[in-house]
């Protein structure tokens, strides 16, 4: 199996989830503006200031969609993923 289709498909599962997550919520909008609001504030600041401790990620449309969808944790996972 290609692994981009592995990868894509990891993707889309995990949109999928964080769909169902912020549909089971009581407040749906608020808690999906809040999980994007968060998500790309931490990686613009990762961006801005990460590279200070060796953690800048760069602004791509991969990066940005990934911390929109997923949140906060997808930006930790980066760096993390950097560091390993």
């Known amino acids: 199996?290609?692994?981009?289709l592995i990868f894509y498909i990891a993707c889309g599962v995990s949109a999928a989830v964080m769909v169902i997550y912020y549909l089971k919520r009581?407040?749906?909008?608020?808690?999906a503006?809040?999980?994007t609001?968060?998500?790309i504030t931490a990686l613009l600041i990762?961006?801005?200031f990460g590279g200070a401790v060796g953690a800048d990620l760069p602004l791509n449309t991969f990066n940005f969609?990934?911390?929109?969808v997923l949140g906060a944790p997808f930006v930790a996972g980066m760096v993390i993923i950097k560091y390993i």
């Open 1 to 4: 199996m290609n692994t981009d």
């Open 26 to 31: 009581k407040h749906k909008i608020t808690s």
């Open 33 to 35: 503006l809040f999980g």
């Open 37 to 39: 609001v968060s998500g």
């Open 46 to 48: 990762t961006n801005r």
């Open 65 to 68: 969609l990934g911390s929109a």
